[in-house]
C-alpha cells in the first residue's frame, strides 16, 4: 500500500528550511463548518438538544446554529443535501488588511476565489480553495450576536450564558480534512495563511510521508488537522471538533451520548499529538462529529514540526488501544484505504497504529 502513494516528501535536502515557521499570522481562528446533510431536522436537533447549540437563524443558506461559548455568532451551518459533507469551512481573519492582502494574493496568484456577499453573523467573505479540494471563505467584519432575552449571561465577557442542555459545548475547536498529500497541503497552509506546522505522524519509521499532520493559527496544537486519504475523493473531510473545558466533561459527554441512543464510534481517550482528550461520535447523516478538551498550547513563533509514530503514541497516548476501521471513513467517500482487492482495510490495525 505504501509504494503506491506518492506526495511531497517530507524528507529531502530542503526539508529544514521548509520546516521553519512563520510568526506572522493571517488566520486569527476557526469561525464555523458548513455541513450537507441528507437529514437536516434530525441533525439539526442532534446538535441542539444532545450537543447543547442554539439555533442562531434559519435563511436560505440552512440552519445557523452557536456553542453557547463562541465568541463568533455562529460556527455551525447546516443545509440539506444528498450526501454528509462540509461544503465550506470558515475563518476569521486576523484583520481587515489581512483579509485584502490574501484575496489579492490568491487571485493574483491563479489560484481562484470569489467574494461571497455577507450573512446573519459575518460580513463578506473571500471563498477559495485548498489543493485538497476544501473550499474555504476567510471574513473580518462580523455581524455581532445579541443573546435573545434568557439567555444572556449575567458575565459581561459572554455572548450568551451557559446553556445546561446535553453535552453543552463550549465552542468550535477545530476541523480535519483528508487530502491525497498530506504534506503539500500542509505548506500550502503555511505557505499562503501562515499556519505554524506543529506536529506529523507517520505510519512506521519506513514511511517518508505523513499519514496526519496538525496545522495551526492559533495557540493550539492545532484548527486544522490534514489526514490522508486514499480514496481519490477530492474535498473530503474526516470530523468537526467541539470544545469542552474540561476533560472530564468528555467522559460526561460519553455518558449522555451514550443514553440517548448515540454509538461511540471511538474513545473517550486521549491522543499523544496535542495531548487533547477526544471522543468520536456520528450525528443522524453520518458524518463524524469530535467532543474534544485537553492539550497544551504553544505560542512558540519559531516552532519546529514534531514527528510521530504510532508506537510512541500519536493517535492513542496510552499506546493499547488501535482505532476502529470505521475512522478511516471520510465524507464523501467512504473508506479512504484499499488493499489490492479493493476491501477496505485498517491502517491503524497495519500498522499497529496506537
Ligand atoms: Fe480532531
Known amino acids: 500500500m505504501e509504494a503506491s502513494i506518492t506526495g511531497s516528501q517530507i524528507d529531502s535536502k530542503t526539508n529544514e528550511q521548509e520546516l521553519i515557521n512563520m ?24 446538535f441542539v438538544d444532545l450537543l447543547g447549540m442554539t439555533e442562531v437563524a434559519q435563511t436560505d443558506e440552512g ?18 443535501g444528498e450526501q454528509a459533507e462540509a461544503r465550506r469551512i470558515g475563518w476569521r481573519a486576523d484583520s481587515a ?19 461571497r456577499d455577507p450573512n446573519p453573523g459575518r460580513g463578506r467573505a473571500f ?37 445546561p442542555r446535553g ?20 505548506h500550502w497552509f503555511r505557505d499562503n495563511l501562515d499556519f505554524r506546522f506543529m506536529e506529523y505522524t507517520l505510519l512506521d519509521d519506513s514511511s517518508e510521508l505523513p499519514f496526519f ?70 450525528e443522524p447523516s453520518g458524518f463524524r462529529i469530535e467532543i ?12 519546529e514540526p514534531v514527528r510521530w509514530t504510532p508506537e510512541q503514541g500519536s493517535n492513542d497516548y496510552y499506546r493499547n488501544r488501535v482505532a476502529p476501521a470505521s475512522m478511516m471513513e471520510m465524507f464523501p467517500g467512504g473508506r479512504t484505504s484499499a488493499d489490492q482487492d479493493g476491501d477496505a482495510v485498517n491502517p491503524f490495525e497495519a500498522s499497529a497504529m496506537r
Open 127 to 163: 471563498e477559495f480553495k485548498s489543493p485538497g479540494g476544501h473550499s474555504h471563505e476567510i471574513f473580518w467584519d462580523l455581524q455581532p450576536f445579541t443573546a435573545p432575552d434568557g439567555q444572556q449571561s449575567t458575565y459581561p465577557n459572554r455572548r450568551q450564558k451557559f446553556a
Open 23 to 46: 510568526s506572522r499570522r493571517t488566520v486569527s481562528q476557526l469561525a464555523h463548518v458548513e455541513l450537507t446533510t441528507p437529514r437536516l431536522q434530525e441533525s439539526r436537533d442532534f
Open 97 to 115: 488588511e489581512d483579509l485584502e492582502r490574501i484575496a489579492e494574493a490568491l487571485t493574483a496568484d491563479g489560484q481562484g476565489g470569489e467574494w
Open 213 to 282: 499532520a496538525m496545522v495551526s493559527s492559533t495557540e493550539q496544537a492545532h484548527n486544522l488537522g490534514i489526514a490522508r486519504n486514499a480514496s481519490g475523493v477530492s474535498g473530503a473531510t474526516h470530523h468537526v471538533a467541539f470544545w469542552l473545558d474540561q476533560e472530564v466533561d468528555v467522559l460526561r459527554a460519553a455518558d449522555i451520548l451514550l443514553e440517548a441512543g448515540v454509538e461511540l464510534e471511538y474513545g473517550p481517550g486521549r491522543h499523544g499529538m496535542g495531548e487533547n482528550t477526544y471522543l468520536y461520535v456520528r
Open 167 to 186: 453535552v453543552a459545548v463550549r465552542q468550535i475547536d477545530h476541523v480535519t480534512v483528508g487530502t491525497d498529500d498530506v504534506l503539500r497541503d500542509v
Open 63 to 80: 440552519i445557523f446554529l452557536r456553542a453557547w461559548g463562541d465568541f463568533l455568532h455562529y460556527s455551525l451551518v447546516l443545509t440539506e
Open 292 to 303: 474534544f478538551s485537553g492539550g497544551y498550547r504553544n505560542y512558540m513563533p519559531d516552532w
